[in-house]
């Protein structure tokens, strides 16, 4: 009759640490080099556009291991949080995200993102019942201090719009608010299901940006289009994948601070592909950003 009981996630969590471990680094790799890559082809495809063009490719990839594997559809009340972390997360976060990286370089749009992290902090203690220990507390604030010494050291930059970061700040809103809501799902949906169907959600949510796709990818260039084909296939398909594994078989508030290890691997991508050399107080932020996600997975 106690919480832990009641969640298989929770009897999951020891079986196998390492591998839900593993499938969270493969997710946040993958999801720093999206950031880049959105950067990459935002001159050719507008946010939504961008977003649908994601969302197809991630679907067909998914969809052909589903009908494969075979379909377990959620019931119920699972139904519901499927269509809400669809729409906030999947179509949602990802709109306004390829909106705000139009005024944002890739490294501040990741490191603005961070709000994630704490929202999912506070609904998973809510509404998950898993509460809210001293580590995750300790280690989320440290974590956002770094994020917010990341930030200061970027905020001389005068590219660096208002719009651009109140929209990502709201990014990261809709990003904590649909990973709680997916995290019901995967009590008994797969993690791979549970993907497939959040894009299915999001390319019906999208699909009035379906004519503008079509036109701007007439016109986009060779580059573009498989900058899309990639973010569909690798930061979409794969990496919400793995995420939900580890989400269904890890604490939300304590995946959700595995987050904040994004912009240190941004910040490195960016660097490297976009020659966007990274403010000095980064690379403090960034080691404090290491040592809270560190303590949020310390245990005794």
Request: aromatic letters at 8%; hydrophobic letters at 55%.
């Amino acid at each position: 009759m106690t919480t832990q009981s009641a969640d298989p996630a929770q009897a999951r969590l020891s079986s196998a640490p390492s591998l839900a471990l593993i499938a969270a680094g493969i997710t946040v790799v993958l999801w720093a080099s999206a950031f880049v890559g959105i950067r990459a082809v935002g001159a050719d495809f507008s946010p939504g556009a961008l977003t649908l063009g994601r969302l197809l490719v991630g679907a067909l990839v998914l969809g052909s291991v589903v009908l494969v594997r075979g379909l377990v559809l959620p019931r119920g009340r699972e139904l519901m949080f499927v269509a809400i972390y669809g729409l906030l997360w999947f179509a949602g976060y990802n709109i306004a995200l390829n909106a705000a990286e139009r005024s944002l370089d890739a490294g501040t749009a990741a490191m603005l993102v961070l709000i994630a992290p704490v929202i999912v902090a506070i609904l998973a203690g809510v509404f998950l019942k898993e509460g809210f220990p001293p580590r995750l507390l300790i280690g989320s604030g440290v974590a956002l201090l770094g994020a917010v010494i990341i930030a200061a050291g970027s905020g001389a930059d005068p590219r660096i719009e208002l719009a651009g970061v109140l929209v990502c700040l709201l990014a990261g809103v809709l990003f904590g608010a649909g990973m709680v809501a997916q995290k019901r799902v995967l009590r008994s949906v797969p993690a791979l299901q549970a993907t497939w169907l959040g894009c299915i959600v999001g390319v019906l949510a999208c699909s009035p940006f379906a004519p503008t796709l079509v036109t701007e990818g007439a016109a986009a260039s060779t580059g573009s289009i498989l900058g899309l084909l990639y973010l569909g296939a690798f930061p979409t398909a794969v990496a919400f994948t793995t995420w939900a594994y580890a989400l269904s078989r890890t604490p939300a508030g304590q995946l959700g601070a595995t987050t904040y290890l994004i912009p240190v691997v941004t910040a490195g991508m960016s660097w490297a592909v976009l020659d966007e050399i990274p403010p000095t107080l980064s690379f403090v932020g960034g080691a404090l950003c290491l040592v809270g996600v560190a303590l949020t997975r310390w245990r005794r």
